[in-house]
């Protein structure tokens, strides 16, 4: 059974790929599953392997979606991203890791995105 917290995560990381997908991106994985953690969303924009973390809030409270990469989340994404990039040698070797923010407003209101790139540092 779907619980709602992952039916707003999922909900969330499908506006994420769309709006990255505008931009250009292609994504080549999600939801990909390590011990160490998981990774939302991976893309190739270019020559670029990027690595996506979707926050997604239904308010703005406590700071909103942007607010909720926290540090020790930053160092896990980093080091999966590496380990992932070792796996993957035909991908693109450069990559980074970006937060895509969103907050659901009221109802018939369209949803607020916010792209970080090389939102963590590696």
Known sequence: MTTPRRRL?????RLAAEYLEGLGHRVVA??????????DLITVEGDTLVFVE????RTSDYGGAI????????RRMAALAEAYCAEHPELPQQARVDL???DLGPAGEPPRVEHVRSAVEG
């Open 100 to 102: 895509v923010a969103i």
């Open 30 to 39: 999600t939801n990909v599953r390590r011990r160490e953690g998981e990774i």
């Open 9 to 13: 995560g999922d909900l969330g990381e």
């Open 67 to 74: 607010s909720a990469l926290s540090a020790a989340k930053q």
């Open 54 to 57: 979707v926050k997604t809030r």
